[in-house]
């Protein structure tokens, strides 16, 4: 049974930064892209970043490259996203989620395997 569990959401200050994890059980994590998600009220669920199995190739959605980090531990079946200069714009659930391919494949919500419930962030001006 595979199971993602997704933590370290909250209330931010508007500036500030957050750092996400999602802990990977019941699959062989080194055989997943894995990647994050988000979805505010009334909108798509979009990406926000993505990460190939060992950590060799990333993708970032327009809006937060350049302050926006996503990094995995293989050791420890984790994938983490580190946000700077958040924006009430960030404000939404986060997911985690994992796509059985080596590679970065994929970038719809639809086309991925696994999810965690997500963990709500909120920015406040």
């Known amino acids: 049974q595979v199971e993602l569990v997704e933590s370290g959401g909250g209330w931010v200050q508007g500036g500030g930064s957050l750092r996400l994890a999602c802990a990977a059980t019941g699959l062989t994590f080194r055989d997943y892209t894995m990647a994050w998600f988000r979805q505010a009220p009334e909108k798509y669920r979009e990406m926000v970043a993505a990460?190939?199995?060992?950590?060799?190739?990333?993708f970032y959605t327009r809006s937060v490259v350049g302050r926006t980090t996503i990094s995995r531990d293989n050791a420890k079946n984790t994938v983490y996203l580190h946000m700077t200069n958040l924006s009430p714009e960030d404000t939404a659930h986060y997911y985690c989620a994992a796509d059985y391919a080596k590679t970065i494949e994929n970038i719809h919500a639809a086309e991925y395997d696994y999810w965690g419930l997500g963990t709500q962030v909120t920015v406040s001006s």
């Open positions: 990460i190939n199995w060992n950590g060799g190739d990333t």
